[in-house]
């Protein structure tokens, strides 16, 4: 069990450098489906909607509020 528990952090990491990147690019559909309505940590939501603030994606936002957080 500890495994399964290590590679979904790391799963988690990698899913979050790849929706920083999409949300700084802009990029809806990949937001979208990187999410995948997964829950998420209050922290990293809050980060990733800082982050689309500063681009002012409205629909990106609206994406990321509708997160779960875990």
Not at 26 to 37: F, G, M, S, T, W
């Amino acid at each position: 069990m500890g495994s399964h528990n290590t590679d979904q952090h790391k799963h988690s990491i990698a899913t979050f450098a790849a929706l920083k990147t999409a949300i700084a690019n802009d990029e809806e559909q990949l937001v979208k489906d990187l999410l995948a309505n997964e829950p998420m940590q209050e922290l990293e939501k809050s980060y990733l909607i800082d982050l689309a603030n500063i681009k002012n994606n409205q629909t990106i936002l609206t994406l990321l509020k509708d997160i779960p957080e875990i």
